[in-house]
């Protein structure tokens, strides 16, 4: 059913405007609100902490979380890789709640702090693509993803849905909470997806881009502050799954501070830029890097965008600026693996999902 497509990670990125919009109406009422269930929401409530559990690329979904939970919620809120989580377990408040955030529902490094955190009787809810998924039929509660069935290695849909649930359910919250007066979710989602629909029609200006920057390298860099930095983290992962180009995601203001030696004639360093506060300061960083060297690239927002940027994304609320940010950088990588010969949905080394520890 890969249509028309010639591999699944195309057809999962293009699908994903049309995941914003069923999602949107998925977790809407009748009056049109969006909804939750009200267990979720009281346990959420009634925790002082909110612990975020999660691999690869969910775990970077997480990290997108952290920020719409603690903005809209105001629940402090942790994220951690799990395979880190269950071993070097820290001191945990009275009263944590969990969120397990897993495409598959299935990571066994995911699972296996559940067990603990089932153990010590504190509540759980699994963000997930999988109903009846081992995480699901585990944890107290479970969000879906709807984001139907992922079968690429690299996952792109279910990341960008992740991150869109956890929005509608901060929002939630934060309206029960009594901290949001007028909800503006169920608007700002319709945004990106139309955002995300102007990216993926961009391809042809992707594709080049990909070729020009990434076809003969072994290196290459990602860097941006706040959430443009968790989007690097993000699309550093998939560049390298699927490309085998050594690549980092790399706080653009940390760069200075040893990485940069890395920096050689032709290293490429894209800059991802959405965030008005610290602009400035990502592109003084790859200037830095362009002074020693670099091909530099480019990704900013309408708006905080300058001549000579290479892909302009369309304005959202910067708080779902990642939901947008990370689609060229998807397509990046795709075109980057596919120029290189790869089995772009069969990265060597790599399975769908992780089930050992
Ligand atoms: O099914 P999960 O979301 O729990 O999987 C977690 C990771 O194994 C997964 O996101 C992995 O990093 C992907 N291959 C990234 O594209």
Do not use: W
Not at 93 to 104: A, G, N, R, T, V
Not at 144 to 156: D, M, Q, R
Not at 271 to 295: C, K, P, S
Request: aromatic fraction near 6%; hydrophobic fraction near 40%.
């Amino acid at each position: 059913e890969k249509g028309t497509y010639p591999y699944y990670m195309l057809k999962e990125i293009d699908e994903q405007p049309a995941v914003m919009r069923k999602l949107v109406l998925k977790y809407q009422d009748e009056e049109g609100k969006l909804s939750i269930d009200p267990e979720i929401v009281s346990t959420m409530m009634n925790s002082d902490r909110i612990y975020i559990i999660a691999a690869g690329t969910s775990y970077h979904a997480g990290l997108v979380g952290k920020k719409l939970l603690e903005e809209m919620t105001n629940i402090p809120t942790e994220v951690h890789v799990s395979s880190e989580f269950g071993y070097h377990t820290p001191l945990l408040p009275e009263k944590p709640f969990f969120i397990f955030i897993s495409q598959s529902g299935e990571t066994a490094d995911s699972r296996q702090v559940l067990v603990k955190m089932n153990e010590l009787g504190h509540p759980s809810l699994t963000v997930t693509n999988v109903a009846g998924s081992t995480l699901s039929r585990e944890s107290n509660f479970t969000l879906l993803l709807n984001a139907g069935p992922e079968i690429a290695v690299a996952s792109t849909k279910a990341y960008t849905a992740q991150i869109a649930v956890l929005a509608i359910l901060s929002e939630v919250v934060g309206i029960e909470k009594g901290l949001i007066d007028e909800p503006t979710m169920i608007h700002d989602l319709g945004i990106v997806a139309n955002a995300m629909q102007t990216l993926v029609d961009e391809k042809d200006v992707i594709e080049e881009l990909a070729s020009e920057y990434l076809s003969i390298t072994r290196n290459a860099f990602y860097i941006g502050r706040g959430m443009d930095y968790h989007v690097a983290l993000e699309a550093a992962l998939k560049l390298k799954e699927i490309s085998y180009i050594q690549t980092e995601g790399f706080a653009a203001g940390e760069l200075k501070h040893g990485t940069i030696a890395l920096i050689e004639k032709g290293t490429p360093v894209i800059a991802i830029v959405t965030e008005q506060a610290v602009a400035g300061h990502t592109r003084g960083n790859l200037q830095e890097t362009r002074a020693r060297g670099a091909h530099t690239m480019v990704i900013s927002m309408d708006g905080l965008d300058r001549p000579g940027d290479h892909i302009v994304i369309p304005k959202v609320n910067p708080l779902l600026s990642a939901l947008v940010s990370v689609i060229p950088t998807q397509l990046l990588s795709y075109y980057c693996s596919l120029h290189r010969g790869n089995d772009v949905d069969k990265p060597r080394n790599l399975a769908k999902s992780v089930t050992v520890e």
